[in-house]
């Protein structure tokens, strides 16, 4: 965190349900970009100020809004009825107004917006004279936002709303962008003097430049270049286009630190995970949660990576799934795997096609290479599964485990009904129900022996033409 000049105290507004939505859920815990909207404003706000000095407004759904909320030692103040964006930071007033230096509102629902440009909004803020500096940028079509009203020397007069302004005022292109940084003093001596005269009867924190303008005070506007970065969610499709936004900013990110994405549009990629030089990601591919990817692997088109560790070198083939596993050194997986939770697969094991993997550990080299269920197992080195075997962990009470020892050989089409455990270097002949361990090196057969009965096919035929 950079020391900043004063202290610094961020108030994020998120009481709001965000009736655009039309959601049952409140707005701000919609998702864009793999996090919800309200966590990535806090992320943004984590870069400036300590949590200690960040505080969210909540209303609508506090409660779940609250523990959404994943950092430690944020603040929250509860706005039980939602009386406006003035409103809503005077209630904070006995949290907040003790708390010197600056003051930042933020929006709940802007979750675009770069910590540099809050920096820049800050330093102005701390630099010049005036007692609040907000965030503004031209628009083609600025309908919705409200419009800021500046005198000859540039400073705001006023902030009008969509639904108060005149025709002139509505002409400006000039939008405010809802972001605000006051000096602490200034703000809390004047907020009280917000009055709901408005058609919606709400307190609108967009009146504070003409109040401190009024009291003999200065408030600035620092335009930014790209309003898409204040682009403030109200309906789905603006949340369709902020996803957008944010997987692309990703994108590029892992692009520049050296991993191919083929057709990166159609690629997923979430914020926290990391991918290591000279990968490759196929298209339709996501890369969810906290996956770390190492050098040198593949990840094939449609599968999905998530909260996993991929070693260097793995390659994961097309439509597979990794869920919460650890794939060591070489592992190839797929095409059409599943590995679905909590498994560990050691250097240079395969797991094939069709194969699904539960809270399994694979040792190094093992194989299983085609059409298997392996759950609650511990599969040692070099072991081969083969196609269509079985692990019956489950029997209908309780899951039980099995273990097959190093080098073991598991012919196809086997039912291994767990608990078991089947010795190192054993054999199990391909088609057997194993019910009893198997020591090791022996041969286990469990299927009932073949007979062949000569000629009887010829004279079925036979007595069929008579
Ligand atoms: C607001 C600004 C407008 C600006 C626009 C930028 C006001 C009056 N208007 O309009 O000038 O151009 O943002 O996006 O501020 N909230 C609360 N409690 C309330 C009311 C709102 O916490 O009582 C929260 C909402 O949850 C939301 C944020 O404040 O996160 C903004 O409210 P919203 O109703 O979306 O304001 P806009 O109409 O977009
Ligand atoms: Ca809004």
């Known amino acids: 965190m950079e020391v900043m000049p004063q202290p610094l105290t961020i108030v994020i507004l998120a009481a709001g349900l965000g009736t ?28 400036l100020a300590p949590a200690e000095r960040i505080f969210v407004v909540v209303g ?67 630099e010049g004279a005036a007692a609040g500096v907000l965030l503004s940028a031209m628009m083609e079509d600025p309908y919705g936002y409200g419009r800021v009203i500046r005198d000859s020397r540039g400073h705001v007069l006023d902030v009008v709303e969509q639904k108060a302004g005149t025709p002139e005022q509505l002409a400006i292109k000039e939008a405010n962008m809802g972001i605000y940084c006051f000096r602490a003093g ?17 307190y609108y924190l967009t009146d504070m430049p003409a109040i401190l303008h009024r009291a003999g005070h200065t408030v600035e506007a620092m335009r930014i270049d790209d309003p898409a970065e204040a682009l403030g ?33 159609t690629i997923t990629i979430d914020p926290a995970a990391e991918i290591g030089q000279d990968s490759i990601i196929e298209p339709f591919a996501q890369i969810l949660g906290k996956t770390t990817i190492g050098e040198n692997c593949r990840v094939g088109a449609c599968s999905i990576v998530s909260d996993s560790t991929l070693a260097d070198e793995v390659h994961i083939g097309a439509f597979t799934i990794v869920t919460t596993s650890v794939l060591e050194h070489g592992v190839h997986a797929g095409p059409y795997a ?43 080195a070099r072991v081969n599964i083969g196609a269509g075997t079985i692990t019956c962990n489950y029997d209908g009470l309780k899951k039980h485990r099995t273990g097959i020892g190093e080098g073991a050989f598991v012919g196809s089409n086997s039912t291994l009904v767990a608990p078991l455990d089947i010795g190192e270097g054993a054999y199990v002949a391909a088609g057997s129900v194993i019910t009893q361990p198997v020591p090791p090196d022996a041969l286990a057969l469990g299927r009932a022996r073949q007979e062949n009965k000569e000629e009887w096919a010829k004279k079925r035929r036979k007595l069929a033409k008579s």
């Open 20 to 47: 655009r939505m039309k959601s049952r859920h409140a707005k701000v815990l919609h998702r864009a970009g793999g996090k919800t909207l309200l966590q990535h404003v806090i992320d943004t706000a984590l870069e």
């Open 60 to 126: 609508h759904q506090a409660e779940r809004v609250r523990e959404s909320v994943t950092t430690p030692g944020i603040g929250f103040i509860e706005q039980t009825e939602q009386k406006g964006t003035g409103h809503a930071v005077l209630i904070g007033r006995h949290a907040l107004a003790g708390l010197d230096g600056h003051l930042m509102v933020l929006y709940g629902d802007c979750p675009l917006l770069r910590t540099e440009t809050l920096r820049r909004l800050i330093a102005q803020s701390a």
């Open 186 to 202: 200034l703000f809390w001596e004047h907020v009280g003097e917000i009055q709901p005269n408005n058609p919606a009867r709400e």
């Open 233 to 265: 969610i109200n309906d789905r499709a603006q949340l369709a286009e902020v996803d957008r936004i944010f997987r692309d900013r990703k994108r590029r990110a892992v692009l520049a630190a050296g991993v191919t994405l083929i057709q990166p549009e």
């Open 338 to 380: 599943r590995l679905r939770m909590e498994n560990h697969v050691e250097a240079g094991a395969h797991i094939g096609n069709f194969v699904e993997l539960k809270k399994t550990r694979m040792g190094k080299g093992a194989k299983a290479n085609h059409l298997a269920y392996l759950g609650d197992s511990e599969i040692g």
